[in-house]
């Protein structure tokens, strides 16, 4: 893949699978045999933990959008450096809504082959996340 090509790969699972909440972008994004290194213990591995990890994301945000502040790529590697915001309304992780607005950032990283991440690395500021919350002090 061309650099542009894996920009507008990004560009799509960001657009059409968060901020419009399209789930075939994700299909489109992650190979079935991806290896996810950032799930929650408690979810199933690949592609099936990574959507179910989205799902209850935007259920517990449904206003929840995402803009991407920096990508670099590295041969098959690519790095998105994002920001998200939206209005927590759902259940998250056992944590009632709260109604309350946040702000979160967050840096990823894919390996891709034939087109589609094969491996997925991901850290999100979550210590910040829970704070704006209300779970933990800030």
């Keep these: ?7 507008a790969a990004v560009q799509n699972l960001i ?15 992650f190979s079935p045999n991806l290896t996810d290194h950032a799930l929650p213990p408690n979810l199933p591995g690949g592609l099936e933990g990574r959507t179910m990890f989205v799902s209850a994301f935007m259920s517990a ?14 041969g098959n590697k690519v790095v998105i450096r994002w920001s998200a915001h939206g209005t927590h309304k759902g259940d998250l992780m056992g944590i009632p809504p709260t109604g309350k607005e946040v702000s979160i950032t967050g840096i990823a990283i894919d390996r ?17 996340l829970m704070q704006q919350l209300g779970v933990i002090p800030a």
């Design 1 to 7: 893949m061309s650099t542009e090509q894996y920009k």
């Design 15 to 29: 657009e059409k699978g968060f901020n419009q909440k399209d789930m075939s972008a994700f299909t489109d994004y």
């Design 61 to 74: 945000f449904p206003d929840m959008h995402i803009h991407v502040e920096d990508t670099v790529i590295d």
């Design 112 to 128: 891709f082959e034939n087109g589609q991440s094969v491996e997925h690395w991901e850290i999100i500021d979550q210590m910040s």
